[in-house]
């Protein structure tokens, strides 16, 4: 079973810029990898999704043309390049193991890792 370290959250403005990481300790044999958020109050929701090819990537429309989702085989890591953030993004991001990076489903072997807090002032 992978382990999941995120890192990369952090205290910024309205419009700036953060790039968050998920460093896994072994590369899940799964169709991709993603993250999640869970805003103050709410349950976690879909942010973005990558298979390990990096060919197909999903974004929520919440972050559609303002997140950016990418991997690295060698390195066994998946970054999240946020741009023109907005005090709505704050939240804690939880990179994910996925079975099905297209219909966001869970690996059935995932665990939660205890993500990065991400706050956006305005």
């Known amino acids: 079973q992978a382990r999941l370290v995120e890192s990369g959250g952090g205290l910024v403005q309205t419009g700036g810029s953060l790039r968050l990481s998920c460093q896994a300790s072994?590369?899940?044999?799964?169709?991709?990898m993603g993250w999640f958020r869970r805003l103050p109050g709410k349950e976690r929701e879909f942010v973005a999704a990558t298979t390990w090819s990096g060919i197909n990537r999903y974004y929520a429309d919440s972050v559609k043309g303002r997140f950016t989702i990418s991997r690295d085989n060698v390195k066994n890591t998946v970054s999240l390049q946020m741009n023109n953030l907005k005090p709505e993004d704050t939240a804690v991001y939880y990179c994910a193991i996925l079975r099905d990076p297209y219909r966001r489903i869970l690996d059935p072997g995932h665990n939660w890792g205890q993500g990065t807090q991400v706050t956006v002032s305005s």
């Open positions: 072994q590369r899940a044999s799964t169709g991709g």
